[in-house]
């Protein structure tokens, strides 16, 4: 009994190195922002306790509602276009065609370049001189004269989830259809038999059994949108006037380009509270996955 | 049997149609990316947008070398990426290897915290971290680097490993014990060469997100010559004013940081989903 917990404590050493990292590079760091959110950091580096002053100026502020629906926007509606893209890619991997392999192997690429690649190439793009899809509009008379997606506060927004959607969808088509693969096919053989057809089997089977792996994965990427600050940083800076800001990259604003250090911790602060719900959500839903063998 | 035949047919049309539909989706930016790098300088500017280049200037290729001074970058992003590496190895095995196949104090709540930390945005501590590194000297130093892409990979490479180390049968395990092998040496002797394909696999994950790492590369480096290739990417489009963007360059610029990652990339593509990254990507 006494050694078994003598091993218990040395094994800890194992695990210690890590622990070690997150205290000092996360858990001590979140101490500290929740400690700044209650102060003003003047530039010369005065610090003055303003308790709340700081989350009801973000609430109180014209920034906030806008950014709070541009983040609703770019984490539900990119969440949605991701998953539905991707279950339709799915689908089709899963018949069989010439070229298959092929194409499930190279359709990682969007997902593979670097962020800051893929922000470049789909500037360019947008580009309303030079871009390749204001040249499609225009050929395709869509448009009727060039306008810039990215410098337009109505467009800029959807201009850069496009991007973002581009990029996770093929990551969230071969998640699903590794658990559409995981449904045993005597499952449909035996809705055969009963006489179901191709629809009645997708609704009342296929969906039935991928979803809790699909509601992870939702999650997951939901997580990841909410936390991408580069790509709307590399496209648009969150702008123009914040029309695409989210969440994060008010933080990022105000900590280095208005030296607003209080302010900005508020912000993280509702973002670290946002995120806790949604990872808690996750790990029930990861314990609630099931197999089918 | 007419009427089936039919339906087979239109399904088979519509297929090929979402098939088409997805390509196009999915390439149309990876194929602009590839003809404009291969653009003479005078055609990337005339309009209409020209699809093709009308004979590929390979040179792009040398030039971007030559002008922008992408190789430093590269440098500067391998040493990154090793760094970090290296110590998300140091820490990252023996933490994966305990959690898999030991007993210690904590153990589901520390399972949990890894889980968690996952899900952390760097963003939202970045004011304390820039503070806190520039306490130690470490801005514009490499260092600063490696430290921030270890902690925020770290959680997602050690659940990786753990579920590497999951493979290892107990059995082994014991009857090393038995042969009289400590628990240190079962693990480098035993554990290290059978969960070798996850290791490997673990090491490219690792350098594609440290590769691709933009936030704390651009936030922590001032100078030229310590800039990763993506901060060095980002800022040719930044400092250069809108008009005058030499975009072939860039171009070229953006196929070379791609390609390593994408050849990476797809030769783990069945981990990505598989097995390995249980637990850890999903």
Redesign the interface.
């Known amino acids: 009994m006494k050694r078994d917990n003598i091993i218990k404590t040395t094994n800890l050493l194992y695990v210690l190195p890590m622990l070690i990292f997150f205290g000092v590079f996360i858990l001590s760091p979140i101490i500290q922002v929740f400690e700044n959110s209650f102060l003003q950091i003047k530039a010369n580096g005065d610090v003055e306790f303003i308790q709340f002053d700081n989350y009801i100026k973000f609430f109180n502020s014209k920034d906030a509602s806008m950014v709070l629906k541009n983040t609703f926007i770019w984490v539900f509606v990119g969440v949605a276009a991701k998953i539905l893209i991707g279950l339709l890619m799915a689908l089709v991997l899963y018949n069989n065609f010439v070229g298959k392999r092929v194409l499930t192997g190279v359709m990682l690429i969007p997902y593979a370049m670097p962020a800051a690649v893929s922000c470049v190439v789909w500037r360019l793009m947008y580009h309303p001189t030079f871009g390749h899809i204001t040249q499609l509009l225009l050929d395709l008379n869509i448009l009727e004269r060039p306008m810039s997606f990215l410098g337009n506060p109505a467009t800029s927004l959807l201009a850069v989830l496009i991007v973002n959607v581009w990029a996770v969808a093929p990551f969230c088509a071969l998640n699903i259809l590794a658990s559409l693969y995981s449904i045993p096919t005597y499952i449909y053989e035996a809705a055969s038999i009963d006489g179901a057809g191709h629809l009645r089997k997708f609704f009342h089977i296929t969906i039935h059994l991928i979803f809790t792996d699909v509601r992870t994965l939702a999650l997951l990427i939901g997580i990841w949108a909410f936390n991408s600050f580069d790509v709307i940083y590399m496209m648009t800076t969150g702008g123009p006037a914040n029309s695409s800001s989210i969440l994060v990259n008010l933080v990022y604003q105000n900590a280095f380009e208005f030296n607003n250090r209080g302010y900005a911790s508020a912000i993280s602060i509702i973002c670290f509270i946002i995120l806790s719900i949604f990872s808690v959500l996750y790990v029930r839903s990861k314990n609630k996955e099931v197999s089918f063998e | 049997m007419n009427r089936n035949k039919i339906r087979k047919r239109a399904y088979k049309f519509l297929?090929?149609l979402?098939?088409i539909a997805?390509?196009v989706?999915?390439?149309?930016?990876?194929v602009?990316?590839i003809t404009?790098s291969l653009k003479p300088a005078n055609e990337?500017?005339s309009?209409?947008?020209r699809?093709l280049p009308s004979e590929p200037a390979w040179e792009n290729y040398i030039e971007v070398f030559e002008k922008m001074d992408i190789l430093v970058g590269f440098k500067n992003s391998i040493i990154v990426a090793i760094g970090t590496i290296i110590t998300i190895l140091?820490?990252?095995i023996?933490?994966a290897?305990?959690?898999s196949k030991?007993?210690?104090?904590f153990k589901d709540i520390?399972y949990?915290?890894?889980?968690?930390?996952q899900?952390?945005?760097?963003?939202?501590?970045?004011?304390?971290?820039y503070q806190?590194m520039n306490n130690w000297g470490l801005i514009d130093n490499h260092v600063s680097l490696v430290?921030?892409n270890?902690?925020f990979n770290?959680a997602f490479i050690?659940l990786m490993l753990k579920s590497s180390f999951d493979n290892v049968p107990v059995e082994v395990l014991e009857s090393a014990k038995i042969d009289g092998c400590s628990?240190f040496q079962a693990l480098i002797r035993i554990s290290l060469p059978i969960a070798s394909m996850g290791i490997a696999v673990a090491i490219i994950f690792a350098f594609?997100r440290t590769?691709?790492e933009?936030?704390f590369a651009f936030?922590f480096t001032a100078s030229t010559s310590k800039k990763t290739i993506?901060?060095k990417?980002?800022e040719i489009?930044k400092n250069n004013p809108a008009i005058g963007i030499p975009?072939h360059l860039?171009?070229a610029g953006?196929t070379i940081?791609?390609t390593p990652?994408?050849i990476?990339?797809?030769s783990i593509?069945k981990y990505?989903?598989?097995d390995v990254t249980k637990?850890a990507?999903?």
């Open positions: 297929l090929a979402v098939v997805m390509i989706f999915l390439f149309f930016p990876v602009a990316m404009v990337v500017f309009r209409p947008v699809w140091l820490i990252g023996p933490a290897y305990a959690m030991l007993d210690y104090w520390i949990y915290l890894v889980l968690v930390s899900m952390f945005a760097p963003i939202i501590v970045i004011i304390p971290l806190q430290l921030m270890v902690t770290l050690v628990r594609t590769w691709n933009f936030l936030t993506i901060v990417l980002y489009l975009w860039v171009m953006a940081a791609t990652l994408v990476l990339f797809i593509r990505i989903t598989g637990g990507i999903k």
